[in-house]
């Protein structure tokens, strides 16, 4: 199982940017997916979580502005971030958990997330 980020950069607050994550080993419909991102000085936290069934959870920072989706036939996880402020900066991850479940277990299961990708910077200017 490899996850592979890309898509990372630098943005103006109000920006946009897409994340995408390659996945091999593996195929994206068929467990948790997630979006996590730690910023300097910070512990990593969740951002955004997609199960099995493609339902979706979001964390407070990402509500109403990202997005995650998957996309079967590229195996590929996405994560569209609108509205950028400059607290978003950070190293962003896709990880995976092999496990079927909703969005919402998906989060739960936050902690348990097994295989990672190396990151891909994010950095926002004001």
């Known amino acids: 199982v490899v996850v592979e980020e890309s898509g990372g950069g630098s943005a103006q607050a109000g920006g946009s940017l897409t994340l995408a994550c390659h996945a091999s080993g593996y195929t994206v419909t068929s467990y948790c997916l997630g979006w996590f991102r730690q910023a300097p000085g910070k512990e990593r936290e969740g951002v955004a979580f997609?199960?099995?069934?493609?339902?979706?959870t979001y964390t407070d920072s990402a509500k109403g502005r990202f997005t995650i989706s998957k996309d079967r036939a590229k195996n590929t996880l996405y994560l569209q971030m609108n509205s950028l402020q400059p607290e978003d900066t950070a190293m962003y991850y896709c990880?995976?958990?092999?496990?079927?479940?909703?969005?919402?277990?998906?989060?739960?299961?936050?902690?348990?997330?097994?295989?990672w990708g190396q990151g891909t910077q994010v950095t926002v200017s004001e």
């Open positions: 990880a995976t958990y092999l496990s079927y479940g909703s969005g919402h277990y998906c989060y739960e299961q936050r902690d348990d997330y097994n295989y």
């Open positions: 997609i199960g099995a069934d493609a339902s979706t």
